[in-house]
């Protein structure tokens, strides 16, 4: 399939662009950037750096993807910006890639939705299926999830982990991390239970919700301390896929604390 470039467009000669792929009006693509088959940009979209852009993947006007890093420690490194397949990415979002001290790399999976002026900074991993609503913001080194949806102006804390179908409420400011399934909100975000919704609209059944209540309940009550709730879960709901991912999160190594309830006792 031919590819299709407006007159007005600016399209370096050693950008790598596959078949099928728009370029509408007033766009601008870099020399180091590749655009995957059927990418189509729509109007007045920047892409530049070290950019890879997967296939079908849509760009609406105004989006920036690829610029340097909003981070002072950044020397012009060779980092790079991947973005995965069938994403949509809307009007003003901007995307930045990754620094020296993050890996070098920002990535993003497939089938996303960005909606109007969301921000990926530097050196974030995003899984695949993740909505970001209007002028969601995520700082540098975020972890997000698969399935995960952040609430319109919400804004998350650097080096913060948002486990697979978390749930982030809206205008909701996020310094913790937040457990897989989890659902929080707040100006200075805290827990407040599980996404339930977002548990039913993936299918999961009726027992899997309830051993994934039980286990919530039993990780945020106020017997003992934090790491012995995690390791009286572990033993009790040995087996069970999404409680044992709930456990992993838990134990793994991060520089945030794990969001709580506003109840809970932080042991």
Known sequence: MANSIHPSAVVDTAARLGDGVRIGP??????????????????????????????????????????PPQDLKFRGEPSELVIGRDNRIREHVTM?????????????????????????AHDCQ??????????????????????????????????VRIGHHAMIGGMSGVENDVIPFGLVMGDRARLSGLNLVGLERRGFGREAIQMLRAAYRMLFGPEGTLAERVDEVERSFSGNAAVSEVVAFM?????????QPRSGNGG
Do not use: W
């Open 26 to 67: 007033f766009c601008c693509v870099g020399p180091d950037v590749e655009l995957g088959d059927g990418v189509s940009l729509v109007s007045h979209v920047v892409v530049d750096g070290r950019t890879r852009v997967g296939a079908g993947t849509i760009v609406y006007p105004f989006a920036v993807l690829g610029t």
């Open 96 to 120: 930045n890639p990754g620094t020296e001290g993050g890996g070098m790399i920002t990535s993003v999976g497939d089938s996303c939705l960005f909606m109007v002026g969301a921000h990926v």
């Open 126 to 159: 995003l899984g695949s299926n993740i909505i970001l609503a209007n002028n969601a913001t995520l700082a540098g080194h975020v972890v997000v999830g698969d399935f995960a949806i952040l609430g319109g102006l919400s804004a998350v804390h650097q080096f």
């Open 251 to 259: 134990r793994a190594k991060s520089p945030r604390a794990v969001c």
